[in-house]
């Protein structure tokens, strides 16, 4: 059981967490709210998810410490470039309206992740930021961005669900003592995976939802998790997943469904390279 993830800097961040992506702006106040009334209190937000000040506006209105709550933000890659990096990043902190963030992460690994990447070292050094970190950085390019910085990143997030397991990515972050969450850990859906016999007979054995089964899952191999609902009842049933466990046999049925490859996106697809590299959230 993993209820926290400690960073190599001391920092330490709940395990499981509520993701905002795909929220509308209308509806995001309401799910904050209540995602920290059932006790989460990791919230993951985005500059390019529009909807940073409702979050904030959720926290607020909680009423719980500010200290309490772990605030994860991130910049887009259009804002790379280092002075842009400085003003987004200052964008971001006043429309959540907090003094400082707990996490800043790179986005993509695409466009001037150097330039971006020594302005949150800045960022981080002055305090106005707790922990730094990247998004969807392969081995390859995490490595590059190690060998010619000075700050290493204190979490990848990465897509991990259980058609595309990332295990050489976690093996590589664990011996660089550099943490791994996961992003769309439900694989959007596609696939079937709600449906998938396999995680419905583990479900069906611990009285549990595939959802809670599949967090569970990612929970005892130590990822961290960050999923979205704007249903209360599926906001529960993921944030509960410590009142169970699945012992080797279960563990390893669902590690063989694995098939190496994002059931979402191929990131190796120029096509996708090309509009996540050029996509402007602003003017």
């Not at 106005?128 to 390019?141: C, D, K, L, P, V």
């Not at 961005?145 to 204190?154: I, S, Y």
């Not at 049925?253 to 590299?277: C, E, H, R």
């Amino acid at each position: 059981m993993m209820r926290e993830m400690k960073f190599y800097n001391g920092v330490v961040m709940p395990a499981v967490g509520f993701g905002v992506y795909q929220i509308p702006k209308e509806n995001t106040q309401r799910c904050v709210e209540q995602a920290l009334e059932l006790g989460y209190r990791l919230i993951d937000t985005a500059a390019s998810y529009f909807n940073e000040a409702e979050v904030g506006a959720a926290i607020r209105a909680s009423g719980i410490k500010r200290s309490e709550i772990f605030v994860t933000s991130k910049l887009w890659v259009q804002d790379y470039e280092y002075e842009d990096a400085l003003k987004s990043f200052e964008r971001s902190r006043k429309l959540l309206g907090l003094e400082y963030l707990d996490l800043y992460l790179l986005h993509k690994p695409y466009g001037n992740y150097y330039a971006a990447w020594r302005a949150l070292e800045k960022l981080y050094k002055e305090g106005q930021i707790r922990a730094i970190g990247i998004t969807s950085f392969s081995n390859e390019r995490l490595l590059d961005l190690l060998l010619h910085n000075e700050v290493k990143p204190m979490l990848n997030q990465l897509e991990t669900n259980p058609f595309f397991q990332q295990r050489q990515a976690h093996e590589f972050l664990t011996q660089q003592e550099i943490c791994h969450q996961a992003w769309s850990p439900f694989a959007e859906a596609k696939q079937g995976i709600f449906s998938n016999p396999v995680l419905m007979n583990i479900a069906a054995q611990h009285h549990k939802d595939v959802g809670a089964v599949i967090l569970r899952w990612l929970n005892q191999r130590g990822v961290g998790v960050i999923p979205k609902s704007v249903r209360t009842e599926r906001m529960a049933t993921n944030f509960n997943i410590f009142d169970f466990e699945l012992d080797a046999d279960e563990m390893a049925q669902i590690d063989a469904m694995d098939t190496g490859k994002s059931p979402i996106y191929d990131d190796q697809d120029l096509n996708v390279v090309k509009f996540i590299g050029t996509y402007k959230i602003h003017e």
